[in-house]
């Protein structure tokens, strides 16, 4: 689906041509909606940064562009997402280090609009995420998480992470009986608070490169790159004991990860606790797309596209 909807032109002579990119996308949890944020920026006249609403046409079976705002940050856009449960209102955090929410609007025709603009420190936000209720949205800065009210837009209070010198890279609430926690990863640390007491649970040393909560499950997924390699972690915020650790599950880096539901049929008994409601799958900076597969008492990466880059996962406490 072509979401910059540009013309495409021959590069001139020695001349490389500047593409749009498309940095952040996002889907209402019913799917009818699609948010994008795309940038371009060639050095030469003022970069091109937009935020576009789509709405899906089941006439056509394809995302129609609703609404453009261009530009909706002064600086680039960090973090794109829709707020659980409502799928009405949709959050940007950016390099300006304000927090803006948009909401569909049906009074005069439907369209998205900015609904409020908060700030808090002169620092750029670096990541964002809804607790699973999407009561309460949480904001990372620099050397800060802020927790606010999502509907009202209120700031609740802040948390700083144990070392003060580190800078913060990642924010995620946990899901079902994790749901108290909020899990945040520094340069080198991850630590976990208890919302209810707004304390530190725990603190480990670990350099996370990717960080994602299982909608499904109480569980979480850190991935870890080294030089060559990427290590994966899974855990509950509840300890800081790994349910399991699976060592070079690709080489290289990683560009992104996800769970998926399992449909009914797909249940499989067999698997661990862990991955017993989701399956979870990840695509590597070659733009290969990986998936953890489930045989009883077995567990390995699948990949059509490259079979010399699996390797055999051990369980550990599963």
Request: with cysteine; charged share 20%; glycine share 4%.
């Amino acid at each position: 689906h072509d979401v910059t909807e540009f013309n495409y032109v021959s590069r001139t002579y020695e001349q490389a041509l500047v593409l749009t990119t498309v940095d952040h996308v996002s889907f209402s949890a019913d799917g009818l909606w699609m948010a994008t944020v795309e940038s371009r920026d060639d050095s030469e006249v003022s970069p091109d940064l937009r935020l576009k609403f789509w709405k899906f046409s089941k006439e056509e079976l394809r995302y129609t562009l609703n609404t453009c705002v261009d530009p909706p940050h002064d600086g680039s856009v960090t973090k794109l997402l829709f707020q659980p449960i409502a799928d009405i209102t949709v959050v940007t955090v950016g390099s300006d280090g304000k927090i803006k929410t948009w909401s569909l609007q049906t009074s005069n025709g439907c369209s998205w609009v900015l609904r409020s603009v908060s700030y808090h420190v002169n620092e750029p936000a670096v990541d964002a995420a809804f607790s699973e209720d999407g009561s309460l949205l949480a904001v990372m800065y620099n050397s800060c998480i802020t927790l606010w009210e999502a509907d009202s837009c209120e700031l609740k209070t802040t948390l700083f992470p144990p070392y003060k010198t580190e800078l913060c890279r990642h924010i995620i609430f946990g899901n079902k009986s994790s749901a108290k926690y909020l899990i945040g990863a520094t340069e080198h640390y991850l630590t976990v608070w208890d919302l209810l007491t707004c304390s530190v649970c725990w603190c480990v040393e670990f350099s996370t490169t990717r960080l994602i909560s299982d909608p499904w499950s109480p569980y979480c997924a850190a991935f870890c790159q080294h030089s060559k390699h990427t290590d994966l972690y899974i855990f509950s915020p509840a300890s800081y004991t790994p349910v399991a650790v699976y060592t070079h599950v690709i080489e290289g880096g990683l560009y992104g990860a996800l769970f998926r539901k399992r449909s009914a049929d797909n249940m499989d008994l067999g698997a661990p606790k862990c991955f017993e409601q989701s399956e979870l799958f990840f695509l590597s900076r070659k733009q290969i797309l990986y998936s953890f597969g489930q045989e009883r008492n077995e567990m390995f990466v699948n990949s059509k596209q490259v079979h010399n880059c699996c390797r055999r996962c051990e369980y550990l406490y599963c």
